[in-house]
């Protein structure tokens, strides 16, 4: 396939990388230069990921098994970031993928799904549905508006402060304008098994974790798990829906499944000891927690008490406040498909953060 043309890659088409995979796309936004930092790293012999540096909120990875159709896994968060990931898989895959498994109904994870016209687009039976308010790319754009507009600063800056912050942070490198949801085509509701070429590909339903349609893709052959945002890297993991424990079940099964590499949905691609690594935060953050209840404490409170321990130089670790709220969801006997309060809890995680005199970061 020939070069693709200045302004950008086709819809829908891998195209060869045209710069250094390392360096950045750079986009212009009305107050605002703004880049898609992300590179490219071959994890097994036919299977290869995208990662986001950054590590903060919609910095998510994806994932590409470059056998038989080919397989993208997750879409990115906005349309720059979907093309820039086309771009470098574009470089160890010429064709059009087949096939496209979304590992979650967050809108970093299906964003980019209309970049790939007639493409199998695979996902939990739960995700069409759930995609819709998940990822409903106007209420993120209206962030970014509300964090722009000098009145609407001001506004939001007084009733909630969480949201403007975490609204000035999205304006740093993402645009939401211009997506479609392009739902998927082929729902499981346990596990669906892809051929590619004699190379099996696992899609495991494991949530509700952070979120209801949470799913791993499991790669045996190589010794490979994409395991979405069942597992967080190096950066505090933040749920939305889900059960803390069918989480920590999940994480046990990705440690038995024993897989060399770990590409996981947040952070730098690791091994077992990742999965192993979150599951004793998330286990701290549980017996911190339900002492903290067992006194009375609110969520917040409790957040401003625990001690960060050894992951304090984990990147956003005000996120605290989510972890604990999942914890006394569970405590309460709460469905873990209720969706929380996302304006609530970037204001929580603001204050903690503020609270612990740290970095604003989610």
Request: glycine share 10%.
């Amino acid at each position: 396939m020939g070069r693709a043309a200045a302004k950008g890659p086709m819809p829908g088409l891998f195209v060869p990388v045209t710069a250094d995979l390392d360096c950045a796309s750079k986009h212009e936004r009305t107050s605002a230069t703004w880049c898609t930092v992300v590179k490219l790293q071959q994890v097994s012999e036919s299977c290869f990921a995208v990662l986001n540096e950054k590590n903060r909120v919609c910095d998510s990875n994806s994932g590409l098994v470059n056998r038989g159709g080919g397989i993208v896994i997750d879409t990115q968060a906005d349309l720059p970031h979907a093309r820039r990931m086309i771009e470098l898989f574009g470089s160890v895959w010429r064709g059009m993928p087949k096939h496209v498994i979304n590992t979650s109904e967050d809108g970093d994870h299906v964003s980019g799904n209309q970049l790939f016209p007639g493409a199998e687009i695979i996902a939990h039976r739960s995700v069409p549905d759930r995609m819709q308010q998940a990822a409903d790319p106007v209420r993120y754009q209206r962030l970014l508006d509300g964090a722009h507009g000098v009145v609407s600063r001001l506004v939001l800056g007084a009733l909630r402060p969480g949201a403007l912050a975490v609204g000035r942070q999205l304006l740093q490198d993402y645009d939401f304008d211009g997506i479609e949801l392009t739902p998927p085509t082929k729902l499981f509701d346990e596990r669906y098994v892809l051929d590619l070429d004699g190379i099996e590909v696992h899609v495991i339903h494991v949530g509700p974790c952070q979120q209801v349609g949470d799913s791993i893709v499991h790669v045996p052959g190589e010794g490979v798990v994409f395991a979405g945002d069942a597992v967080y890297r190096e950066c505090t993991p933040m749920g939305w829906t889900g059960s803390y424990e069918k989480w920590l079940q999940c994480l046990d099964m990705i440690v038995w499944l024993d897989p060399e590499v770990i590409v996981p949905g947040h952070g730098p691609v690791c091994g077992i000891e990742g999965a192993m690594e979150l599951k004793a935060y998330l286990e701290y953050v549980r017996d911190e927690a339900r002492r903290c209840f067992g006194q009375g404490l609110d969520a917040l409170a409790a957040a401003k008490q625990i001690e960060f321990g050894p992951y304090r130089e984990w990147r956003c670790p005000a996120r605290l406040f989510a972890n604990v709220e999942s914890v006394y969801r569970d405590i309460r006997n709460e469905a873990a498909t209720t969706p929380r309060d996302a304006a609530r809890t970037f204001d929580s995680i603001y204050k903690v953060a503020k609270a612990r005199r740290i970095e604003v970061a989610f």
